[in-house]
């Protein structure tokens, strides 16, 4: 029981396909309290089905792009357990049109929200968690390779996700000090809500199995699994990082 007596908050679940649902699996396979937002009613109901039968949760709305629900958040979780170990952050938005055609035609609204709801998000979140993370705490975040290299269409959130790993470096290194561990894992196409609003989802994925070094797409209970060893102890000297869980397919050059 890797997280047992551990109380985490998982900011990300839309439905069962969710990478962040899958992490929620994995940590609550080795005893983790988890609760959960949903950022809108339209997804509430989703949300609160499929956490209905978990004990001892608590689920409350939170659109990043509104301070005051981050702040009821986090008040209602140290109203409720006293303190936070670890935090699952694993949204990301751009509007559709920012994810075809050229970047050179991103607009600064696309941009800056974006980079608020992708990145910036981040900052807020983890800022609110330090207060609760009183016995040291770890947080995990999710990236993409459209980060470092161009990726068609991915566009204005290939920046937004280089501007997520820099945070990320700089969040471990402001947040060591008070045992605070910040890492994002960089996961291989997966079939979501998010990655429909990507170009052609399943031309990614055929690529990724030709060319990957296993020959396949990642799996979310992969990236679970990966985001449980992060979120444990089994990874405590392990921070500012980005964790590749794609098959291998980045160390490719051809
Ligand atoms: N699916 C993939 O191929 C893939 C690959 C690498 C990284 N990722 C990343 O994984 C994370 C999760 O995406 P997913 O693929 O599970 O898709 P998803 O659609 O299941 O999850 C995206 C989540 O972001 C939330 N969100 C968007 N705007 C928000 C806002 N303003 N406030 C609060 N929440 C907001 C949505 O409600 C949703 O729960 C994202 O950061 C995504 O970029 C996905």
Redesign the pocket.
Known sequence: MLLENKIGLV?????Q??????CAEACLSQGATLSF????ER?KEKVEKLTANLPNRLLMP?????RSQIQAVFDEIEKHYGRLDFLI?????APREALEGEFLETSREAFLMSLE??AY?LIELSRHAKRLMTNGGSIV?????GSEKVVPNYNV?GVA?AA?EASVRYLAFDLGKYSIRVNA????????????G?GD?GK?QSIVAERAPLKRNVQ?SE?GNTALFLLSDLSSAITGETIYVDCGYNIMGI
Do not use: E, F
């Open positions: 900011i990300g679940v839309a439905n396909r969710s990478i962040a649902w899958a937002t949903y950022q809108n997804l939170c659109d990043v792009t509104d952050h694993s949204i990301a938005y709801i992708s998000s975040t999710m990236t993409y390779y959130m996700k997520l894992i960089s996961s291989g196409p997966i079939k979501t809500l998010a990655a429909m990507v989802i990614m979310a990236v």
